[in-house]
């Protein structure tokens, strides 16, 4: 599991602090692949970020303001269904994956809140 500072209870805290959850785990991954790691670490890893994506894709509009962008952004609704895809053939070949995914996860649609990050 990744450590990070806790946010405030203010939204572009908590945006920016899932932002970086986001990163640390794209980078997580980035590293696992290279060591040729599978299996529950992998899993484990994918999970993480689905969760992490989810939320900040409900949390945060194209714009990086408080919001809810998979209710008007279609691009994050793509985004996510995508995750979720990939997700799916990660955990039915138990962890093994490509540089598809690795590519795919380093262009969340919501540009402004990582860069804010």
Do not use: W
């Amino acid at each position: 599991m990744i450590e990070l500072q806790k946010p405030s209870t203010k939204p572009r805290d908590f945006t920016a602090y899932r932002i970086r959850e986001y990163t640390a785990l794209v980078e997580a991954l980035v590293a696992a692949r290279q060591r040729l790691a599978s299996g529950p670490e992998i899993l484990s890893l994918v999970n993480e970020l689905v969760i992490v994506t989810e939320e900040i894709l409900d949390f945060t509009d194209s714009c990086g303001e408080a919001g809810k962008a998979r209710a008007c952004c279609a691009e994050a609704e793509h985004f996510m269904a995508g995750l979720i895809e990939h997700a799916e053939a990660i955990r039915a070949a138990n962890g093994a994956f490509g540089s598809r995914f690795i590519d795919f996860i380093q262009h969340m649609p919501i540009e402004a809140p990582r860069r804010a990050a």
